[in-house]
T-cell receptor
Framework: DTAVSQTPKYLVTQMGNDKSIKCEQN?????MYWYKQDSKKFLKIMFS???????INETVPNRFSPKSPDKAHLNLHINSLELGDSAVYFC?????????????FGPGTRLTVL | AQKITQTQPGMFVQEKEAVTLDCTYD???????LFWYKQPSSGEMIFLIY??????QNATEGRYSLNFQKARKSANLVISASQLGDSAMYFC????????????FGDGTTLTVKP
């Protein structure tokens, strides 16, 4: 049983396209996150949702729009893709937003923009 | 100011020896957690160990232990009896209660275990 799953695992697309990445967790956690890991392996938080409510929104271009239809799902839609969007995107979840327990990560989605 | 600092971009260790990966942090929050994650070449992020700011004992999980020195704001990861499968990138991270539990990650340390 996969705890945090993401689809697709690989995404190759042209500049200017719109794409979505989906994430699901079956851990019963309240909080979900999107992280971006660039080519130098730096990992930065982008968004966090707690029980479908946006609680963290870092300085991310508004071409990126997260959506949480329920607390088990968090999707990331990216409009007008640019070369600099190429990265690995990780979804993660944790039990509670205000608690400081560990996060469980999905396998990552490697996005390549040509 | 960087909240999490990992000063060792790369480390080498001989198989079966112990190795310490350094991590220092900066926070004014009294309630926070420190974490270590492993990222092998396959790319997934694997949670290794957690230390709470109020925990008096150093955390241990199998061959992993966290050397927590609160006054120095350091949370070093010690891996005992290194194995070839320990070769990976290791990230130190911090979550602060006052910051909605947002995680901040260090830049990572690449560990290579030599046979």
């Amino acid at each position: 049983d996969t705890a945090v799953s993401q689809t697709p695992k690989y995404l190759v697309t042209q500049m200017g396209n719109d794409k979505s990445i989906k994430c699901e967790q079956n851990l019963g956690h309240d909080t979900m996150y999107w992280y971006k890991q660039d080519s130098k392996k730096f990992l930065k938080i982008m968004f966090s949702y707690n029980n479908k409510e946006l609680i963290i929104n870092e300085t991310v271009p508004n071409r990126f729009s997260p959506k949480s239809p329920d607390k088990a799902h968090l999707n990331l839609h990216i409009n007008s893709l640019e070369l600099g969007d190429s990265a690995v995107y990780f979804c993660a979840s944790s039990l509670l937003a205000g608690a400081i327990n560990e996060q469980f990560f999905g396998p990552g989605t490697r996005l390549t923009v040509l | 100011a960087q909240k999490i600092t990992q000063t060792q971009p790369g480390m080498f260790v001989q198989e079966k020896e112990a190795v310490t990966l350094d991590c220092t942090y900066d926070t004014s929050d009294q309630s926070y957690g420190l974490f270590w994650y492993k990222q092998p070449s396959s790319g997934e992020m694997i949670f290794l160990i957690y230390q709470g700011s109020y925990d008096e004992q150093n955390a241990t999980e199998g061959r992993y232990s966290l050397n927590f020195q609160k006054a120095r704001k350091s949370a070093n990861l010690v891996i005992s009896a290194s194995q070839l499968g320990d070769s990976a990138m290791y990230f130190c991270a911090m979550r602060e209660r006052a910051n909605a539990g947002k995680s901040t990650f260090g830049d990572g340390t690449t560990l290579t275990v030599k046979p």
